[in-house]
């Protein structure tokens, strides 16, 4: 396992959720995934997160909303972005938050991968 390098998934769709924490466990990093972004919120693993995998459309607390907070309170990590449900409106306002990744699901692993790896400042190859 890499050391020190949790990556949350937030995902109110469990499968969804339990299959990407599944992916990065694969990859050698720590996973800790929640239901909502209040969840993630009250976590203690808040202030550490190395990368944030979130869904866009949540009961309550949006992917983007929690993403305006980060950066507001100057605690943002790298985030890439999941939906369902695509919007060029929802992929404007995510890129201006900084988002790494913005993908439509369902979307290929290695994408994913891909997008993890530049999140976390490691080398991205064609051959992931």
Do not use: W
Request: charged share 20%; glycine share 8%; proline share 4%.
């Amino acid at each position: 396992m890499t050391i020190g390098k949790t990556i949350v998934v937030i995902d109110d769709d469990d499968s969804v959720r339990i299959a990407i924490e599944g992916l990065v466990r694969s990859l050698g990093y720590a996973a800790c995934g929640f239901a909502s972004a209040h969840q993630f919120l009250q976590s203690e693993v808040c202030s550490s997160t190395a990368c944030l995998i979130t869904d866009i459309q949540m009961a309550g607390l949006s992917g983007l909303d929690l993403q305006a907070r980060l950066v507001a309170e100057e605690r943002a990590p790298p985030v890439i972005f999941i939906t369902a449900f695509p919007d060029a409106r929802h992929q404007a306002r995510a890129r201006a938050l900084g988002a790494l990744g913005f993908l439509e699901k369902p979307f290929e692993a290695q994408t994913l991968v891909r997008c993890i790896r530049q999140a976390l400042g490691e080398p991205t190859n064609g051959s992931d």
